[in-house]
């Protein structure tokens, strides 16, 4: 199976035989889906015989693009009514859950069936999610890494962009650059352990699971959490499986 699912940043292509072994790469979202599918490395995404294609995201408009470019393929998209299923929730309304939350929360409920799980997605946005007793709790979401740091410079006459080191930062930072650093990994820090702390409140148990771009190089500053790279593919993968819209 094929999978394409579109981030506000980046489009996962992934290629799966098992729906555990994933090879996957991506490409900037902003690239249209004609150009992508034209890329000398992508010849397997529109080879003939090709395999089912499995298509989710949380751009529409470029969603709607790649149904287009992939017209003659045999496009799957998720079921929502499985998703209530699999893992029961209240969000209002429910069709507004993000398809990149719900992956993750179907691969931990299936995967860790009978664990509650923080599941926090480190991507354009942040969200940190909470699955507890098969349900789905409630969220948060957090602006991303990048955005924020983008956010500082293009709000502001004096604030270079910045490119992040790897945390923990100093404490106090003596120039802009250091003070940016150490202001934006301690923000991120706190907000990640400080709803760690809250969830835990009500799921003393509940494990961490943290995937997205920025969650490897954060994993060792969140004490216990699991990196876990295909998280979101997992979940679609499991969701295409068991349901697929007719
Ligand atoms: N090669 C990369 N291209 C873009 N962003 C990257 C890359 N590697 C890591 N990142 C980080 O990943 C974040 C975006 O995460 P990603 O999971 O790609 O987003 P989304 O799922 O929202 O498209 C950004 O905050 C950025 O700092
Ligand atoms: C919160 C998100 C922007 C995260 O997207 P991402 O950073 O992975 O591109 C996305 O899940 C989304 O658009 N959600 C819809 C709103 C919601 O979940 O309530
Ligand atoms: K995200």
Redesign the pocket.
Known sequence: MILISV????TLLARTQDGVHFDST?VV?SLPPTEILQQPGLTWLSAPNREPVALGGVVPTVLAAWREALATAEVREPDPGFFRRAVPHDYHPPESLGF?RRCCLLAAAMDFPGHDSIVID????ITIDLLAGGHFRGGRILP????SLRGLHEGTALLPEVVLNTPPAEMLGNDTSSAIQAGVIHLFADALRGAITDYRQSSPQAQILIT???AECWQPSIPGSFYQPHLLLRGFYLWIQGGVLP
């Not at 981030?7 to 980046?10: C, I, K, L, V």
């Not at 480190?122 to 946005?125: E, P």
């Open positions: 981030g506000n940043t980046r991506s979202t990149d480190m991507g354009t946005a991303g890494i990048a955005m997205g771009g920025d």
